[in-house]
């Protein structure tokens, strides 16, 4: 701890690190109060409490829209098809945007500090994987899972704890221009294979462009080094992908063949998309406009009662079309906000939970939240900091070492 704070890393930081580390044991009850990971938020929370001895918050676009999100998702609790649930889903979205405000945009975080964190969200996912290998469980048709005390961890979900590590190791090969950097990555590209989540891989891939693109536009000209890496990444994935596929158990490998997908398309997620769309065209103008109230759509979907698998169409069945408007509002200026820092880790694994969105119902996942966590305390850093002649300024690959 002495040596952090030599180098300029607070309590508060080193708090808010751990509980990035811990992501994964989202989902792993404890004492009958809810997750482990439930219970560490109160370390950087406290902290910042405490130590500030204030409450002070800096209000910007981004602060004033999640706000607007809290209150409009309240509002829905007077209307809601089903209170109960409402209020339940309610609690926990509010717990974590508070969290995301608390440490977001009411503490004062140095450059080295962000390093710092950004550190503890790859580690986050290298301890997601070394957990998942050794409490496996392949018993969904011989997909990769983690099982902890009969608590299940979602394939598709436990994906999203590795998305920050994938980029870690994959801007830092960039950066030393060291193909051999790439194998971190190219591992964490077989966790998902093995994890069966195509999902997941359909993220990765949005990654992977992000920061080739950004690379590229952020650069004043587009080095031979730079193209020779892209394209010995794009042969390698195309050389090794049926290879790769072969050492997976034949359940899981043929998800990613043509045949499956063209027989299967997205696992009954479209009649889903179809019977909820069609659900909220017939509905009356005031559900139109706002919805059968938050959390109700497994309540409302008398199709399956599952969820709506895509966040979209979750919050435009939720919260109607004026929720709609709000929740895509707070997207846009989260993902304006981290392409404005320059920062291609914020960036990237925005984009990559931006697409997991589309296939999964998102609503309280720890590192969507987290990650919009970084984009303010990047952001507020930036901003008040004034890192323009620094030598980290273009944090896309300086400052993630």
């Known amino acids: 701890m002495k040596g952090l704070q030599k180098k300029g890393i607070s309590i508060v930081t080193v708090c808010l690190g751990v509980y990035f580390m811990l992501m994964v044991f989202d989902s792993i009850p404890m004492f009958g109060i809810g997750s482990i990971l439930r219970i560490m938020i109160i370390l950087p929370v406290g902290a910042i409490l405490l130590i500030k001895l204030r409450s002070d918050l800096e209000i910007n676009v981004q602060i004033l829209l999640i706000l607007l999100y809290v209150f409009m998702l309240a509002c829905s609790y007077l209307y809601s ?4 649930e409402t209020f339940k889903q309610f609690l926990r979205v509010l717990l974590n945007i508070a969290v995301v405000i608390c440490a977001g945009g009411m503490y004062d975080y140095s450059p080295e500090e962000i390093d710092f964190l950004k550190k503890c969200l790859a580690a986050g996912g290298i301890i997601t994987i070394v957990i998942t ?70 993220a990765l891939a949005g990654i992977s462009v992000t920061i080739v693109f950004c690379g590229l536009m952020r650069g004043k000209r587009i080095s031979f080094s730079m193209v020779v890496m892209i394209v010995s990444g794009v042969l390698f994935i195309v050389l090794l992908y049926k290879p790769v596929l072969s050492l997976l158990p034949e359940g899981v490998a043929e998800r990613y063949t043509t045949e499956y997908i063209a027989e299967n398309g997205s696992t009954g997620r479209s009649e889903i998309w179809g019977y909820l769309l069609e659900r909220f065209a017939n509905s009356s103008v005031f559900r139109v406009l706002f919805g059968y109230g938050f959390g109700t759509v497994a309540y409302l979907n008398e199709y399956n009662h599952l969820v709506a698998h895509n966040l979209w169409i979750e919050h435009l069945l939720a919260v109607g079309i004026i929720g709609e408007i709000v929740f895509v509002m707070m997207q846009a200026a989260y993902i304006r906000a981290a392409w404005k ?23 309280c996942y720890k590192p969507i939240w987290n990650c919009m966590m970084m984009i303010l305390i990047v952001s507020r850093t930036y901003q008040t900091q004034k890192l323009e002649n620094q030598e980290g300024v273009n944090y896309g690959f300086k400052a993630i070492g």
């Not at 098809?81 to 109960?84: A, E, H, K, L, Q």
């Open 81 to 84: 098809i089903n209170r109960d």
């Open 133 to 202: 290998l050794y409490l496996s469980d392949y018993s969904a048709a011989g997909r990769l899972t983690l099982s902890i005390n009969g608590a299940v961890q979602d394939q598709n979900y436990l994906n999203g704890y590795v998305f920050f590590t994938y980029i870690y190791f994959l801007t830092l090969a960039i950066r030393k221009k060291n193909l051999l950097m790439i194998l971190p990555s190219g591992a964490i590209i077989l966790f998902s294979l093995m994890t069966g989540s195509r999902g997941a891989l359909l």
């Open 341 to 363: 820092t320059n920062d291609i880790f914020v960036l990237s694994s925005y984009v990559g939970y931006l697409i997991m969105m589309i296939s999964l119902s998102l609503l």
